[in-house]
Nanobody
Framework: QVQLVESGGGLVQSGGSLRLSCAAS????????MGWYRQAPGKQRELVAS??????TFYSDFVKGRATISDWSARNTNLEMNSLNPRDTAVYYC???????????????????WGQGTQVTVSS
């Protein structure tokens, strides 16, 4: 009922930068947090950065100082990363948490959705 579509991944040279975008659609009543996660081969999925509706941001230590997550606008959020290195190679996933509105009669329920992922490969 909620779709998240990521874009912007690809092959980047070490030291380069990229911008990932995530667009949310569906019967969304409200979004209270969006975030980016990544999963490298053989590793667990880990949080990269997140932003709340009030604008509070969180960055994991491995991207602190070289990543910026934007507040969502029109249900979009972006992640900009610079000074990329091969350890940043992973599939990056968008995540959203919020509420859905269905009905009538109107019913509001919580949701958490994931995008399909976008591959980021950093060459040395």
């Amino acid at each position: 009922q909620v779709q998240l579509v990521e874009s912007g991944g690809g092959l980047v040279q070490s030291g380069g930068s990229l911008r990932l975008s995530c667009a949310a659609s569906g019967r969304i009543d409200s979004i209270y947090a969006m975030g980016w996660y990544r999963q490298a081969p053989g590793k667990q999925r880990e949080l990269v950065a997140s932003v709340t509706r009030s604008g509070n941001t969180f960055y994991s230590d491995f991207v602190k100082g070289r990543a910026t997550i934007s507040d969502w606008s029109a249900r979009n959020t972006n992640l900009e990363m610079n000074s990329l290195n091969p350890r940043d190679t992973a599939v990056y996933y968008c995540n959203a948490k919020g509420t859905l509105a269905t009905g009538p009669p109107r019913k509001v329920t919580d949701f958490e959705s994931w995008g399909q992922g976008t591959q980021v490969t950093v060459s040395s």
